[in-house]
């Protein structure tokens, strides 16, 4: 190549660029300004009894289809999975155990949108592979339903404004549903910071560290079989919201605050590559792939009122589970896994940990927690939250009353997973988070304690 063809080559691959990164800024733009009819707050007209649909019935499905059947006021009309025996496993098990009869669609990855069409059906559970959530969620609004979907929501921060104006649009629900709000220490805590035991609030901690290697096992059904595959293309979080969501609301995060930027970083990705290695035959599918998400992920995210957040992510190496939920202020820290905490007072030396639960669960548990929580036990899924989170979701339908989280809840907690990437992909820079709110963060009311 001469120099003259060097320099028009270079200079027709910048006009290309330009123009690229240009039509990326106007679409992105055109998403953030799109018409807005805030749905915070959304009070959906009283229900008198909640008719529900699934997609989605495997492993977290049918426990959903079964903790759902138990609560006043419910009847599921419709099952949809891809695999028959599993949505007739679903339906099954409610003529066993005496609840009406559902119906079942089976069959290809669009065969939900047939039972989007019904007129009988006023929410829809999705719990299904993440690369179908944000699809799905927009079909069931666009149908006129309320969405409420597994995490993450989205996985794009295409996706995360996709959600947003089409919750805007339709004037529906689309609700994220993160369980881990509804467990017991995290009520609690919510309700010790509302109370203000914990001072000013400066800093948070919060993960998903749970070893999940032996996923990569399932290889034709299963979560593994999906899950292992975004191991080899993405660096980012994969799966921030289970810790992130309650130091969101500790922190009135869309209530008061938002995030602002974050940055990331990983270390290298071997576990899982040893992992195949040990566990299968040299020309097994598994040892076949190049595995390139660090095995921990560790993003900061920096808020717009200048409070810190640490979140990591590690489903590989050998580390007993922990969620982290730490929250630091400026009389106290709560921390988890395991449970303690340390409050200011006479003794200025903090050198131990007060251990002892009990006197706090007394004092500050959540009255959601006291009002379901034994019931909630009795059902299982996740010691109890499970059942919790669903039972508030069904309250609040019932009662013409706001959920407690959102659609910008969704959209904030899921963009990490995008934007953590961003980070990874250009040596740990800044990302700036988006306002999904549109400045109305500054004076959403803060989530308060129900009674």
């Not at 609690?188 to 035991?197: F, P």
């Not at 940055?263 to 040893?274: V, W």
């Not at 006479?346 to 007394?362: G, I, L, Q």
């Not at 039972?391 to 959102?406: K, S």
Request: glycine share 8%.
């Amino acid at each position: 190549m001469t120099d003259n063809n060097r320099r028009d080559f270079l200079k027709k691959v910048g006009l290309t660029t330009a123009a690229l990164s240009a039509t990326a800024s106007l679409n992105l733009s055109a998403a953030q300004a799109a018409s807005k009819n805030s749905v915070f707050g959304l009070v959906a007209p009283k229900m008198d009894k909640v008719r529900v649909g699934f997609i989605g019935v495997g492993q977290r499905g049918s426990g959903h289809v079964e903790r759902m059947a138990l609560i006043d006021g419910t009847q599921i009309k419709a099952i949809c999975d891809i695999r028959a025996e599993d949505a007739e496993k679903s339906a099954n098990w409610l003529t066993e155990n005496g609840y009406p009869a559902a119906t079942t669609y089976v069959g290809g990855d669009d065969e939900y949108k047939k039972m989007l069409d019904r007129d009988d059906i006023d929410i829809v559970i999705i719990s299904t592979p993440w690369r179908f959530h944000t699809p799905m969620c927009v079909d069931t609004m666009n149908a006129g339903k309320h969405a409420f979907v597994e995490v993450p929501a989205a996985v794009t921060i295409e996706e995360c404004w996709q959600l947003v104006n089409t919750a805007e649009k339709t004037q529906k629900n689309c609700m994220m549903m993160e369980n881990v709000n509804y467990g017991r220490e995290e009520l609690m805590v919510l309700n010790m910071v509302r109370q203000g035991v914990f001072g000013e609030l400066l800093h948070g901690e919060a993960a998903y560290i749970h070893p999940l290697r032996f996923q990569m096992m399932e290889i034709e059904k299963s979560t593994g079989s999906w899950r292992t595959g975004w191991h080899t293309k993405h660096v980012g979080n994969l799966y921030p919201t289970h810790g992130l969501g309650p130091v969101a609301q500790y922190m009135n995060i869309n209530r008061g605050d938002r995030f602002d930027y974050l940055t990331s970083m990983s270390s290298p990705a071997m576990g899982r590559e040893l992992y195949a290695q040990r566990k299968f035959p040299a020309d097994h599918q598994r040892n076949q792939l190049n595995y390139i998400h660090g095995d921990m992920s560790t993003s900061l995210i920096k808020t717009v009122k200048g409070r810190s957040i640490m979140v990591q992510h590690d489903t590989t190496t050998p580390r007993p589970y922990s969620r982290h939920n730490l929250i630091q202020g400026t009389k106290g820290v709560f921390a988890g896994f395991p449970n303690r905490i340390a409050l200011d007072g006479d003794n200025e030396e903090f050198h131990n940990w007060d251990e002892n639960m009990d006197p706090y669960f007394e004092k500050y548990d959540h009255p959601l927690y006291k009002r379901v929580g034994e019931e909630a036990v009795n059902a299982g899924g996740h010691g109890g939250m499970d059942f919790i989170m669903f039972w508030r979701m069904i309250y609040c339908l019932r009662n013409a009353e706001p959920l407690d989280q959102d659609v910008y809840d969704a959209a904030a907690w899921s963009s990490i997973f995008d934007l953590s990437e961003k980070s990874l992909s250009n040596r740990s820079a800044t990302v700036d988070i988006p306002d999904f709110t549109r400045g109305d963060w500054k004076t959403n009311p803060e989530l308060g304690i129900v009674s």
